[in-house]
């Protein structure tokens, strides 16, 4: 992990491709510019590791569980049971 | 030396451009599996109305897919203009949106859909992207269990 520090108006590159900006500070806030292809993602980081983490999962179980999907669709034609869908 | 085995140049490349053209292509992949691209999609008649969203860059790599509407009616996303710029700018009539699944069968049988983060794909430009949503009320991991 590489730490340094920056003043507004500063910035940082990551290969050669991605810039990060520090635009501002606002008292606890920094306020950041990305610019980046069009093919990178950008994501607050507390997003990021448990959506990972849950796409992984259903990925991992679709693999342990290719023979259910159909009984899973005969299961979904059954009386709902319980669902904590919220409502907006 | 290999008689059967050899097709000809132009069946191999019939047949690469015959599963290509049902691909999609999700510009910035899943979140995650942001290397993998291309997928396809497949479903017997028994396993209707969920499906197997496959990945033809990786290939043990699948997901258990829904559409959204399916398991939630009054589901509703908002897409902004670089989102909707990436998957080929849809109409809304070539717009569709799915979850991805994990299942459980338990039992009890469980399904569990990622409402924070839908698929939504353009139909008519073949191309989709995994919208993560902020500011919402809906989870990763959506609990409905069946009888």
């Known amino acids: 992990m ?18 990060v ?5 606002e008292g606890h806030r920094v306020r950041i510019g990305v610019n980046a ?12 590791p448990s959506l990972i983490q849950s796409n992984r ?19 979904s034609r059954q009386k709902l049971v319980s669902d904590n869908t919220p409502k907006p | 030396m290999l008689q059967n085995e050899i097709m000809t140049e132009t069946e191999v ?24 691209h291309r997928y396809v999609f497949a479903q017997t008649p028994e396993e209707k109305p969920f499906a197997w969203m496959r990945s033809l860059d990786s290939s043990d790599l699948k997901f258990a897919v829904v ?6 009616p009054d589901y509703s996303v908002y897409l902004d203009d670089e989102e909707l710029r990436i998957i ?25 859909a990622n409402m924070r983060a839908p698929l939504v794909l353009n139909r008519q430009a073949k191309k989709g992207m995994q919208c993560v949503l902020l500011d919402t009320p809906y989870k990763e991991s959506v609990m409905f269990e069946f009888e």
Request: proline share 6%; hydrophobic share 50%.
């Open chain 2, 13 to 36: 490349e019939s047949l690469e451009k015959a599963i290509l053209d049902r691909a999609f292509e999700f510009p910035l992949g899943i979140v995650g599996f942001s290397s993998f």
């Open chain 1, 21 to 25: 900006i520090i635009i501002a500070v």
């Open chain 1, 57 to 75: 999962d259903a990925a991992a179980s679709a693999s342990k569980q290719a023979d259910h999907l159909a009984k899973a669709a005969a299961s």
């Open chain 2, 67 to 72: 559409d959204a509407f399916y398991l939630n």
């Open chain 2, 88 to 112: 080929g700018s849809p109409s809304p009539m070539d717009c569709f949106i799915l979850f991805i699944l994990r299942i459980e069968v338990g039992p009890p049988f469980r399904i569990y």
């Open chain 1, 2 to 19: 590489l730490v340094l520090s920056r003043k507004p108006g500063e910035s940082i590159k990551l290969g050669d491709q991605i810039e």
């Open chain 1, 37 to 48: 292809p069009r093919d990178v993602r950008i994501m607050r980081a507390e997003v990021d």
